[in-house]
């Protein structure tokens, strides 16, 4: 937390919530590898509990506060979030087309370059934070499903990774990727279904990017180091 808390804080005050979110899904899942205590856990999920509740309390009570922590454009998205087809003009245009978007590929999807409203440019941002729009309208539920699967799958691959390599060093660092693409994958997905607020956070290897991609590439090439250098015996870990 000492090595992740100031370039959370600093990414925070930019402000640029969700990449300082991704640090924070870190941190935690980094923690919580590395064997700390229930007791601990349930502090640090206290600790946020409270902190939300605090804003909650700010938001109804001192207002000016409040706006002093959550900008004007995080908090429209929130309200968006809570009710799309209040404001679908405004900050719950992107939300409200995205489920209509992905609700009409129904079961199989309309077809590969197919889609009503992904080719007809309603929804902005469609090769980036809302790919998975198109994903839903071309392909439907099927396709959507075949790669939430695959993303199951490769999160599955580094949770064995991480449990297998007896290195703590290298334990962390697989335990931190995998909080890295946890949180973008479940963030991602969740915006555009309603799940979670709308923030700019890209879906792994499916959104255009170049940085974004190095940076996962960067990732699952710590991960494939640690395997490769982790020690395997035939008769048990040597002590």
């Not at 409040?66 to 309200?79: M, N, T, W």
């Not at 409203?117 to 099927?142: A, M």
């Not at 290298?170 to 555009?192: E, K, R, W």
Request: overall charge negative; proline content about 3%; some cysteine.
């Amino acid at each position: 937390m000492a090595v992740g808390g100031p370039p959370f804080a600093l990414i925070l005050i930019q402000p640029d919530l969700g990449t300082a979110l991704v640090i924070a899904a870190v941190m935690f899942s980094t923690i919580l590898m590395s064997g700390v205590t229930y007791r601990m856990i349930g502090l640090l999920i206290s600790m946020a509990v409270g902190s939300i509740a605090f804003l909650v309390w700010l938001h109804n009570n001192a207002f000016e506060l409040f706006s002093l922590v959550i900008k004007k454009h995080q908090l429209d998205r929130i309200y968006a979030w809570l009710d799309p087809q209040a404001n679908i003009a405004g900050e719950g245009y992107h939300l409200f087309h995205a489920m209509q978007g992905i609700g009409s590929g129904q079961l199989y999807g309309s077809g590969f370059g197919q889609g009503v409203k992904t080719q007809s440019g309603v929804i902005p941002e469609l090769h980036t934070d809302f790919i998975f729009t198109v994903i839903g309208e071309e392909f439907g539920f099927v396709g959507a499903t075949v790669l939430i699967v695959v993303y199951f799958l490769l999160l599955y691959r580094m949770v064995i990774i991480a449990f297998n390599c007896n290195n703590t060093f290298g334990t962390y660092l697989v335990a931190g990727t995998i909080g890295l693409f946890m949180f973008q994958i479940f963030q991602n997905i969740g915006m555009t279904i309603g799940l979670m607020p709308i923030t700019g956070l890209a879906l792994p290897f499916i959104s255009y990017g170049g940085s974004a991609l190095l940076t996962n590439m960067i990732a699952i090439g710590i991960v494939l180091n640690v395997n490769i250098r982790t020690k395997h015996y035939m008769f048990g870990e040597e002590d």
